[in-house]
Nanobody
Framework: QVRLVESGGGLVQAGGSLRLSCAAS????????MGWFRQTPGKEREFVGG???????FYADSLKGRFAISRDNAKNTVYLQMNSLRPEDTALYYC?????????????????WGQGIQVTVSS
């Protein structure tokens, strides 16, 4: 059974940093592309970025430079480092896994999802 569990969210002041973690069980992160999405109430779930099994990363253009994704295959864990956070980064952040696509950037290209974790950036 596949399980993705996010951790590391919380409240941070604008300009600060947070690192989210996603622990994968059942689905070996070393063989799947992992991604991060975020969602605010009333809006579509937005692609943040992804990382292939070999460590190749790809990001939404609007977030390049501030966010960075990495993975530790030995720990089956993927990370989202968020820097220079802004109030508009406030959202529920989701970890996702795709066993089908090599560079998935859309929600329907992922077949495994975590429960989401809240990130709140205060001004």
């Amino acid at each position: 059974q596949v399980r993705l569990v996010e951790s590391g969210g919380g409240l941070v002041q604008a300009g600060g940093s947070l690192r989210l973690s996603c622990a994968a069980s059942g689905l070996t992160s070393s063989t799947a592309v992992m991604g991060w999405f975020r969602q605010t109430p009333g809006k579509e779930r937005e692609f943040v970025g992804g990382i292939s099994w070999s460590g190749t990363t790809f990001y939404a253009d609007s977030l390049k430079g501030r966010f960075a994704i990495s993975r530790d295959n030995a720990k089956n864990t993927v990370y989202l480092q968020m820097n220079s956070l802004r109030p508009e980064d406030t959202a529920l952040y989701y970890c996702a896994g795709s066993s089908t696509y090599s560079r998935p950037t859309a929600r329907n290209m992922y077949n495994y999802w975590g429960q989401g974790i809240q990130v709140t950036v205060s001004s």
